[in-house]
Structures are given as C-alpha cells and as structure tokens.
C-alpha cells in the first residue's frame, strides 16, 4: 500500500515544477494606419508590445526603445527618418523570460496623390448616381461621396458607386499615405 503513494509523488512533483513561458512577446503597430505607407520622410510610429509574463525591452534598428516599466502591455513610439523613397524598421522586443520576437515595418514614402475617374453619371430627378475607378501606386484606403464613406475593398485600383442628391457628386479619394484628390461630377 504504501508504494502506491510513492508512484504518485513524481506527478504530484511534476505539477508543482515551474512552468517554462513559451508565450513570445507580440508587437503591435498602430501607427501609422494603412500599412506603413506616409507621404512625410519622418513620422511617430505607435504601437505596444504584449507578454504574458511582462516585456523587459523594446530595440528599434538596434537601439533601445525608453519602456515605462515591466509591464504586460508596453506603449512605445520612435521617430523615423526616411531617406528616399523606403525604409524597413527591425523592431525586437523581450520579455521577461528572454523569449524575443521582431518585426520588419516597411514604410514608404509616397507623395503621388491617388487619381479618380468617372465612368458614369446619371440623373433621376434630384438622384445623382455616379460610378468610378480610383487608382493609386500602393492602395486606394478611402473613397468618399458628398462626405459619406464608402465602403470598399482597399487596393491599388477601386471601382465605386454612389447615389447622391443635389446638383453635383463631390468626390474624395485618399490613399494609404494620406494623399488625396477631390472631383465634383456635375
């Protein structure tokens, strides 16, 4: 009887062993929105990195990012500096446990302001319904009319249609960097 015990004591150790942190830190970009995609050559970019057990350091491009403590959820920021027309930013961070995990951000810089071509315009009565192609060299994020969003499937090239009121459809398109071009269909 007494060696059933015995048998059951290297589970029961077992259970109380440490448990080893298999979970690496993950980053998360929040800014800049669209995918790293800017029509400035230097910007904030904004994220935080997540650990179970805490996050001991954040390097961008190798350099030590300035962390508020050891917490699960770090904010952090940096400025870039983009010469020419890309850049990647290596981004690393380690948790407590030493476990590490890095991310390459691609940024483009990207001053070419998207284009927007009517295809069709139709009137019924006050109803305006307008169709379009907007076009951009990285990816259309935003098509609005008369300042309602629509909603779309960004990309390099959108089609789009809207009903409107009024006299004419003023359209808006922005790409991923921000740029953007107006047009009024009349």
Do not use: H
């Not at 508020?68 to 890309?86: D, H, M, R, W, Y």
């Amino acid at each position: 009887m007494r060696r059933v015990p015995l048998l059951l004591l290297p589970a029961l150790l077992a259970a109380c062993a440490p448990r080893q942190d298999t979970f690496k830190p993950r980053i998360v970009i929040t800014v800049p929105d669209g995918g790293g995609a800017t029509s400035q050559t230097s910007f904030v970019v904004k994220g935080y990195v997540l650990d179970d057990k805490g996050v001991r350091s954040l390097k961008v491009q190798g350099v030590q990012v300035r962390l508020a403590g050891s917490e699960k959820i770090e904010p952090f920021s940096f400025k870039t500096l983009v010469s020419g027309t890309s850049a990647d930013y290596r981004i690393e961070a380690t948790d407590l446990s030493g476990n590490v995990t890095s991310l390459t951000l691609p940024v483009r810089v990207d001053r070419v302001a998207p284009a927007v071509t009517v295809t069709q315009l139709e009137r019924d009565g006050k109803v305006i319904r307008v169709s379009g192609v907007a076009a951009d060299n990285l990816r259309v994020a935003q098509v609005s009319v008369d300042g309602t969003r629509l909603n779309i499937t960004p990309g390099a090239r959108v089609e789009f249609y809207a009903e409107t009121t009024g006299q004419f459809a003023d359209i808006e398109v922005r790409d991923s960097a921000g740029n953007t071009v107006k047009r009024r269909a009349q």
